[in-house]
């Protein structure tokens, strides 16, 4: 069958053409992050780790990337809270209106983050707040609030439900129903919902670019870092930037997915 | 009535439970989305803003050539860029599904995906690196003798679109490959063993059954797409300026609040247009 044999041979090449698309530029700025030289493109003159050294030693990065960090962690923890106490007391009671609360909850989602960004930045020039951190954290709770409740309120069965009814039955408090039954029980859909937030809010550009003055965050720090051209500062800091974000996925692939998939 | 005063209770402690997430959302979602709306009418009077309760900035929108530009400009782009998506990304999508081993997909599909997850900026440089005049490809390619002269790839529509294609071929791979696989392989095997050959077995079956999935992720593509900043202005240049990055303009020199939002309500509402039309066609689709 030639024919059968060609089909395969053009399935083969296809996959291999886009995966090369797809990791061509990764490829490039991981390969000349290493580069002995002034710019990051080819030829390459040979590997040194100069310019990992460079972004390590570099205050304004480094303070950058702690400040990425807090916000990250910071936001997707208030949204991780905010969310599962809004799936706990929708799912579990009868609450009036409640598919209008639940389209609340998720609208952000459908709205572009310039647009969330843009609406902030006007409220809170209005009120005279002056712009920080905790700007850019309130934004990001904004973007995640909906996803942490989504993801939570999704994975909350009817089978949590009994063992809920039966811990109240034996004389538990609802705040020790909620936090020694429910969200342990919860915990593999709760630990997504914390590690996609922060990987989203670690990435996020332009709610962090809008709503930030002096401390930013790197993405933030990384774009003004763009004025100065091609650099292979830029690609070694671009390419910690994809490590980190790697390592969280992984850290949930391996502890969240593989946790279900034994269930 | 004892139950009566039960319920109350409970009522009353599961607001407890909604309220935070409930009024998190109203302050910092509702709100600022009202009063970027009541901004949009009013105007701007060197760095006062009056306001005026009028429709100025939306007339204005439609008389000035660049700002209306703007928004054909992004949808143009946009267009382009879910149709080559799909296009691209179907094919690969189907070959993860089908041709790859079962206990490869899973690898397959999360390596296909893996550059997703790098931000916006990085991976909008990382194109710069590739298109740049100085980039990979004219560098290579003058290396090597076909061309003289660098080509000029990067700060054009071109560039724009692929790097968002980049994005959105991976987004869709994701989308229509679990649509592929949620298909029951009997419809396939029914429509085979009557008679219809490999081409029609995909037009007349596959093709309408994931139909739902592509346009969900085209939808997703149209909304991510027309709403980004970062694309258009890193790989694009300040040639022919997109929705966003007018937007942008907008606040960085002239401080003009009022035609940000009035611009962003713009935005809002063909995002909300495009939403409605997805909707309704998926509805048709299903009765």
């Known amino acids: 069958m030639i024919s059968s044999r060609f089909s395969k041979l053009l399935s083969w090449s296809y996959l291999a053409a886009l995966y090369g698309f797809i990791f061509l530029p990764v490829a490039v700025l991981v390969l000349f992050s290493f580069q002995d030289g002034r710019l990051p493109v080819p030829p390459f003159n040979g590997a040194t780790l100069k310019w990992y050294g460079e972004v390590f030693s570099d205050s304004r990065l480094m303070s950058a990337l702690t400040n990425s960090l807090m916000v990250a962690i910071g936001s997707a923890t208030v949204a991780c809270v905010l969310g599962f106490c809004a799936a706990y007391g929708l799912a579990r009671f009868v609450l009036p209106a409640s598919r209008l609360q639940r389209g609340l909850l998720i609208a952000p989602m459908t709205v572009s983050y310039l647009i969330i960004a843009l609406g902030l930045l006007t409220t809170f020039n209005w009120l005279g707040v002056s712009l920080s951190l905790w700007t850019v954290g309130i934004g990001h709770v904004v973007i995640n609030l909906p996803l942490c409740f989504a993801i939570i309120y999704a994975s909350m069965g009817d089978h949590q439900k009994n063992i809920e009814r039966a811990a109240r039955d034996l004389g538990a408090a609802e705040w020790q129903v909620m936090t020694q039954v429910s969200a342990p029980m919860l915990m593999p859909s709760i630990l997504a919902a914390f590690f996609l937030s922060v990987t989203f809010s670690w990435d996020e550009f332009i709610i962090a670019f809008l709503l930030s003055r002096f401390d930013v965050t790197l993405p933030v720090e990384i774009w003004s870092m763009l004025r100065s051209g091609l650099n292979p500062k830029t690609n070694a800091v671009g390419s910690v930037v994809f490590l980190v974000s790697v390592a969280l996925l992984l850290i949930l692939e391996l502890i969240v997915f593989r946790r279900t998939a034994k269930k | ?287």
């Open chain 2, 1 to 287: 009535m004892a139950t009566a005063s039960l319920e109350t209770r409970e009522n009353r402690r599961a607001w407890g439970f909604v309220t935070p997430a409930l009024l998190w959302t109203v302050a910092f979602f509702v709100i600022p989305f009202i009063v970027m709306a009541a901004i949009s009418l009013a105007t701007r009077k060197g760095r006062e803003i009056i306001m005026a309760w009028n429709f100025d900035n939306y007339i204005e929108f439609f008389e000035k050539a660049h700002l209306l530009k703007g928004l054909f400009v992004s949808l143009e782009i946009t267009l382009t860029v879910t149709i080559i998506s799909v296009i691209l990304a179907y094919p690969l999508a189907w070959i993860i599904a089908e041709r790859v081993p079962q206990k490869w997909q899973r690898m397959a599909l999360i390596m296909a995906i893996l550059p997703f997850w790098t931000s916006y900026v990085v991976r909008s440089y990382s194109w710069l690196l590739v298109l740049a005049q100085n980039g990979v490809i004219n560098n290579t390619l003058v290396y090597l003798g076909v061309i003289s002269e660098p080509l000029e790839l990067a700060s054009t529509r071109s560039a724009t679109v692929i790097g968002f294609v980049h994005f959105f071929v991976m987004l869709l791979t994701l989308t229509i490959y679990a649509n592929l696989v949620q298909m029951p392989p009997n419809y396939r095997r029914a429509a085979a063993d009557l008679g219809a050959n490999g081409f029609q077995v995909f037009w007349h079956v596959v093709l309408p059954l994931t139909l739902p999935g592509i346009m969900v992720g085209a939808f997703l593509t149209f909304v991510l797409c027309i709403g980004d900043y970062i694309t258009p202005q890193i790989l694009g240049g300040n040639n022919e300026l997109a929705l966003p990055q007018v937007i942008m303009l907008q606040l960085g020199r002239r401080a003009d609040f009022p035609m940000a939002a009035t611009l962003s309500i713009i935005l809002m509402v063909v995002v909300t247009m495009a939403y409605i039309a997805c909707a309704r066609w998926l509805k048709m689709e299903r009765t």
